[in-house]
């Protein structure tokens, strides 16, 4: 199968584009202790081979325009990269405060060690490729397979050294400070080239076309990732390579076509097993989404194992998604909900956890990384007090699956649950990954086509899992979508998209935190990149749309999840949520709108 490629004329460059990028690569390999990282990756899905970082046709190849002052005239928006330095006294003295997103951090609580944040505001999207002598927008032209790529795939070559820290983490195990902040001189410029890999966040960029998009006047500002994320142009030409080449059913015909969609479908679920390190591809489950997963367990487990005075257990901080099933799998059973409550910063009291999961509990239900606070639950340990009682264990990973490695092992839960759409796949589409004993065990949740061995009018034999859940016609494209996503996030590494967020987090809470009028919700020392908070005076509609006109997307409302702002004495909060695309330019533009708000 041939290798996509651009059809439309592409704009010359009037600099030699393969001599720099080449020269770029000596600069890296002299920088760095283990050899250069190939820069010439595809993403491999199905047979298909997409160009990992493929220019729009008719874009130019040159460098690429950078934000000016003047696209955000009157809101005060400094020029790129002049906000290094504090903006005012207020913002000096929040720096020298500790804040959640700087605060040092404990174990994460799905094994995979904790990432260190920066305590320097700024050394992000504007400036990294910069600092590192990287032009940043220059790439070869897409058609010349022969050049190197972009510069922000950091995994290293196979058999090469193992690489240093990424830019947008200082290592703070050597400028160790009374608490694991720095303390002392910051490393200079030298010293951070002599020991950083690239990540060019502009080379990223123009992976994802909607980013090019403008709204009222604007550039798009897309901090609505929590609600869903965007798209890179290899899971697009995913789809629209499985439409043009491929569609068809699966699994029940000998033709071409159904043999390169089953194909493309059970690759889809290699790779998600992969992705979350799953026994095998047996344990992992297609469905809709989130919601579904955690319907289809409650319909199958649930109705098979809890009965009158039985207990469910879940956390504060649940998504309606993961509270609606189980509170009316109660009400058919007679159980009853209990609720882990959690301490004023958002993160779950383990001891109350502890004295709350017992004998009669028969489900732990919590999610991994909060949607509305951004709270990084541990649940390893939890998981591990369930064990102990031999309680079942469900995990939702709808909101850690693109911000934290997860390895559904090493946390132990029996299911874990996640949605596409949140990691840059299409919607429609989601996993259950279960243990492959307890999915054995446990009825189907509905009958038809595709999930079935042999039917009389007497009787039906399942297949077995995961075949016996995905009853009639899958959602076949966008399991192929979704593989193309997780290829693509996997090719950046999670390890360097936590690191690269958690510093977009630290620099905009020290950037907002000082804003008269602003309270931050959510403030636990283990965050992903989530900014939920309220503005003295203004309803969270009214900030959420001044935002708007501006091009910048937030969410404003309950997100779903009103227990724990409830707990907070809030209805509502205004949420920005950050991605790996994200700069800290985009955050001085929000800055901005939410000073002028706060003055006026």
């Known amino acids: 199968m041939s290798t996509l490629t651009p059809t439309a004329e592409v704009t010359e460059s009037p600099f030699d584009v393969a001599a720099l990028a080449r020269l770029a690569n000596e600069i890296f390999g002299s920088l760095n202790t283990g050899s250069a990282p190939s820069l010439q990756p595809t993403a491999s899905a199905g047979g298909l081979n ?20 003047t696209q955000f005239a009157g809101l005060g928006a400094a020029a790129p990269g002049l906000n290094l330095a504090p903006t005012g006294p207020d913002h000096a003295a929040a720096l020298a405060r500790p804040s959640p997103a700087r605060a040092p951090h404990a174990q994460a609580g799905n094994g995979v060690p904790d990432v260190l944040l920066t305590s320097v505001p700024g050394l992000d999207g504007r400036t990294g490729g910069q600092v590192l002598g990287v032009p940043p927008g220059i ?25 240093q820290p990424s830019l947008y983490v200082l290592d703070l195990a050597r400028h160790p400070g009374a608490h694991g902040h720095h303390a002392g001189e910051l490393p200079n410029k030298h010293q951070l080239q002599g020991q950083r890999q690239p ?51 699966i699994h029940r015909a000998a033709h071409t076509l159904a043999a390169r969609a089953t194909d493309a479908y059970e690759n889809a679920r290699k790779t998600v097993a992969t992705f979350v390190n799953a026994r095998s591809a047996d344990e992992v489950i297609f469905v809709r989404g989130a919601t579904e997963a955690i319907n289809l367990v409650a319909n ?15 956390s504060h901080l649940e998504h309606h998604a993961n509270i609606v099933p189980w509170q009316q799998l109660a009400a058919r059973k007679g159980a009853h909900l209990r609720v882990i409550p959690v301490d004023d910063t958002g993160q779950v009291i383990l001891s109350e956890a502890q004295r709350l999961i017992g004998p009669k509990t028969k489900l732990l239900a919590v999610t991994q990384v909060s949607n509305a606070l951004g709270t990084v639950v541990p649940v390893q340990e939890l998981v591990a007090i369930a064990q102990r009682q031999g309680v079942t264990t469900l995990v939702d990973g709808a909101q850690s699956v693109s911000h934290l490695a997860v390895d559904v092992q090493a946390i132990g839960c029996d299911f874990f649950i996640f949605s596409g759409h949140k990691i840059f796949g299409p919607t429609g589409i989601g996993a259950v990954i279960g243990r492959k004993d307890v999915l054995d065990a446990i ?10 061995a042999d039917v009389t009018f007497e009787r039906t034999v399942f ?9 009639g016609t899958g959602n076949i494209a966008d399991a192929a979508g979704l593989g193309a996503a997780l290829d693509y996030v996997s090719r950046i590494g999670l390890h360097h998209i936590a690191r690269y967020e958690h510093d977009l987090l630290a620099y905009a809470t020290e950037a907002l935190r000082p804003i008269p009028g602003v309270r931050l919700v959510g403030t636990a020392a283990d965050k992903a990149s989530v900014l939920s908070f309220v503005l003295a005076g203004h309803e969270t509609a009214a900030v959420g749309k001044a935002l708007a006109e501006e091009g910048i997307a937030v969410r404003s ?40 708000l706060a003055r006026a």
């Open 50 to 69: 997409v160009p990992a970082n493929p220019l729009p046709p008719g874009v130019p190849t040159g460098p690429l325009p950078q934000p000016t002052t």
């Open 139 to 163: 790439a070869p032209p897409a058609r010349e397979a022969a050049a190197p790529a972009g510069y922000y795939f950091l995994e290293p070559a196979p058999g090469a050294a193992p690489q």
């Open 199 to 249: 990540f060019d966040v502009h080379a990223i960029r123009r992976d994802f076309p909607i980013l090019a998009e403008r709204v009222n006047g604007k550039p798009l500002v897309w901090f609505d990732n929590a609600a869903t994320t965007q798209k890179p142009k290899a899971v697009i030409d995913r789809l629209t390579h499985f439409y043009e080449h491929e569609n068809s059913n």
């Open 300 to 314: 199958t487990w649930g109705e098979q194992h809890v009965g009158a005075g039985d207990e469910i257990v879940v």
């Open 443 to 452: 009825p189907p949740w509905q009958g038809g086509g595709n999930m079935i």
């Open 463 to 471: 297949q077995p899992a995961p075949a016996k859940f995905e009853a």
């Open 557 to 596: 409302g309950h997100h779903c999840a009103q227990p724990i702002l409830r707990r907070f004495g809030l209805e509502a909060t205004v949420r920005p949520s950050f991605a790996f695309y994200n700069t800290c330019d985009e955050i001085d533009h929000f800055i901005a709108v939410v000073r002028r």
